[in-house]
């Protein structure tokens, strides 16, 4: 069964510190994988699209790696801001037509001051 | 995103009822979809549609029916409401050239049946 799964399940951390989110995948055939950014009572927001052949890939203070051998992927974020604070969802689209995407339950990220 | 609109924001219902949402997209785009988002789940495709005359459905679509009334235009129906399809329901389009078909969402509806 296509799973996507993502660790921890929540954060707190201090403005201007750095974080890892993670996750990982049994998603077959795999397409690519995307990381969104979802404010409470907003829809989500792409952050990163990486294919098979891509490892990493930043956006801002953004930074997400791919490992494609051992389905696993991160989003690291550099130092924070309160308006990072949000969930984070990994998702593995099965086909480019982008009619399999498999989401994650999302990390929900809190930064305070 | 203001591109992607989605009518009405807040709905309560009651079970039985015929229900419709909405969604508008400024992008030009020729793919829409529509998602529910329920707590502790992650998002599931309920329909797409690839332009006016396409309709298909996805994972979750008994229960739901949709019309694509033109191509920025791509509504919802629940015919009769009933209580576990109380959730957060996003739309989603995408170009269709897009070479990884990234998805531009809505800022969704939350649906309550009671």
């Known amino acids: 069964k296509n799973q996507v799964e993502q660790s921890p399940q929540s954060l707190i951390i201090l403005e201007g510190k750095n974080c890892t989110l993670q996750?990982?995948?049994?998603?077959?055939?795999?397409?690519?994988l995307r990381w969104y950014k979802q404010d409470t009572g907003r829809g989500p927001v792409s952050l990163t699209i990486?294919?098979?052949?891509?490892n990493t890939k930043s956006n801002g203070r953004y930074t997400a790696t791919l490992d494609a051998d051992t389905k696993q992927s991160s989003l690291h974020i550099t130092a924070s801001q309160l308006s990072d604070s949000a969930s984070y969802i990994c998702?593995?689209?099965?086909?480019?037509?982008?009619?399999?995407?498999?989401f994650g339950k999302g990390t929900t990220l809190s930064v305070s001051s | 995103d203001a591109d992607v609109t989605q009518t009405p924001r807040n709905r309560i219902t009651k079970t039985g009822k015929r229900i419709m949402l909405e969604c508008s997209q400024t992008?030009?785009?020729?793919?829409m979809y529509w998602y529910r988002q329920d707590p502790g789940l992650g998002l599931r495709l309920i329909y797409y549609?690839?332009?006016?005359?396409?309709?298909n459905k996805g994972e979750i679509s008994d229960g739901y029916s949709v019309s694509r009334q033109a191509q920025a235009k791509f509504s919802l129906s629940l015919e009769s409401a009933i209580p576990n399809q109380t959730a957060l329901y996003f739309c989603?389009?995408?170009?269709?050239?897009?070479?990884?078909?990234?998805?531009?969402f809505g800022p969704g509806t939350r649906l309550t049946v009671l």
């Open positions: 996750c990982n995948y049994t998603v077959s055939p795999f397409s690519n």
């Open positions: 990486m294919t098979f052949s891509e």
């Open positions: 989603a389009t995408s170009p269709r050239l897009a070479l990884l078909n990234e998805q531009f």
């Open positions: 998702v593995v689209s099965a086909n480019q037509a982008g009619t399999a995407l498999i």
């Open positions: 549609s690839f332009d006016v005359k396409d309709i």
């Open positions: 992008k030009g785009h020729d793919r």
